[in-house]
C-alpha cells in the first residue's frame, strides 16, 4: 500500500533488466487465445491485467517495443525476451506471470477464443508432477543455481558476484 493506501504491485522480466511498479488499483484481467498474443508469448494464450486506471512506472530499464498491427505496441525485455506490455489505444495491459505476485491477479476473461488451441482445455486433466519428481531423468537439478531475478525489488542487480 501507499501512503494514501493505493495498492502497490511490483514486478519485471526474469533477467532482471527491466522491473516496474504500479500505483493504484488493477484493471480487467484478462487471457487472449488470439494468434498474436501467442506468437508474442510464445504461449498457449497471453495473460493480461489492465493498468489504465493506476500508475505504471519503470524502476529499472524499460522495455523494447514491437509494433504488432497498426493500433498495438508489445514490450518485452531487449536482453531476456520476457513479454511486458501489450499497448493499445485504450491502455496499457501487463502481462500477469511477470508480476512478483502473479498469484493475485485473477482473470476473469477470456477473449480470442475463436483461436484458442484445440488442447488448451483439457490440460488441467493431464497428468501432473512437481519438478523434483524429475529428478531421475534430469540430475541436473539437483545442484540447479537460478539467474531469474527474485520476485522483490532489489538495489543491485545483476549480485556483485555475478556482475
Ligand atoms: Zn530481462
Ligand atoms: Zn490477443
Not at 59 to 81: I, L, M, Q, W
Not at 86 to 93: E, I, L, R, W
Not at 127 to 146: I, W
Request: hydrophobic share 35%.
Amino acid at each position: 500500500m501507499s501512503l494514501d493506501n493505493r495498492p502497490i504491485y511490483t514486478g519485471g522480466c526474469q533477467c532482471g533488466a527491466v522491473r516496474f511498479r504500479v500505483e493504484g488499483a488493477l484493471g480487467d484481467a484478462s487471457v487472449c487465445h488470439c494468434r498474436m498474443c501467442q506468437k508474442a508469448f510464445g504461449a498457449f494464450y497471453a495473460p493480461l491485467v489492465s493498468v489504465r486506471g493506476a500508475r505504471l512506472d519503470w524502476t529499472r530499464g524499460e522495455p523494447k517495443y514491437f509494433r504488432s498491427s497498426n493500433h498495438v505496441d508489445r514490450g518485452f525485455c531487449a536482453d531476456c525476451g520476457t513479454p511486458l506490455t501489450f499497448t493499445a489505444p485504450d491502455g496499457v495491459g501487463l502481462a500477469i506471470g511477470a508480476f512478483d505476485n502473479p498469484a493475485e491477479i485473477v482473470p476473469l476473461i477470456q477473449w480470442g477464443i475463436e483461436a484458442k488451441l484445440p488442447y488448451v482445455d483439457s490440460i488441467p486433466q493431464l497428468p501432473g508432477e512437481d519438478t523434483m519428481a524429475d529428478m531421475s531423468s534430469a540430475s541436473y537439478l539437483a545442484d540447479l543455481v537460478s539467474y531469474q531475478h527474485p520476485d522483490h525489488d532489489t538495489e543491485q542487480w545483476p549480485p556483485k558476484e555475478r556482475s
